[in-house]
């Protein structure tokens, strides 16, 4: 069974920065891939960004590219999306995922945390 954490979330400025932690416990992290998400008030969640067990493939919806960066530390079960000039819209709860098949490239998670909230003011 894997459980996920997330930490770091808060309220920012336009413009600002934050840097989201997912900590992960369970056997093999090294094997799973891992993913954020997020889901603002009254819209369906969305992925944003995900990354393969190695850490070198990574994948941004066009939202965040540029902007957001998924980094994971396989030697620490760690997680994190460093986030940068952050824009109101990107005001959400942020999920961090996690999937057993480490073979695929899709937006298809098993496991997930409880979610970390950003506001982003304007």
């Known amino acids: 069974q894997v459980h996920l954490v997330e930490s770091g979330g808060g309220s920012v400025q336009a413009g600002g920065s934050l840097t989201l932690s997912c900590v992960s416990s369970?056997?093999?992290?090294?094997?799973?891939?891992m993913g954020w998400f997020r889901q603002a008030p009254g819209r369906a969640r969305e992925g944003v960004a995900r990354?393969?067990?190695?850490?070198?493939?990574?994948f941004y919806v066009n939202s965040v590219k540029g902007r957001f960066t998924i980094v994971r530390d396989n030697a620490k079960q760690t997680l994190y999306l460093q986030m940068n000039s952050l824009k109101p819209e990107d005001t959400a709860i942020y999920y961090c995922?996690?999937?057993?098949?480490?073979?695929?490239?899709?937006?298809?998670?098993?496991?997930w945390g409880q979610g970390t909230q950003v506001t982003v003011s304007s």
């Open positions: 995922a996690a999937d057993p098949n480490g073979r695929v490239a899709t937006w298809h998670f098993t496991y």
């Open positions: 990354v393969d067990t190695s850490g070198t493939s990574t």
């Open positions: 369970g056997p093999n992290y090294e094997t799973l891939r």
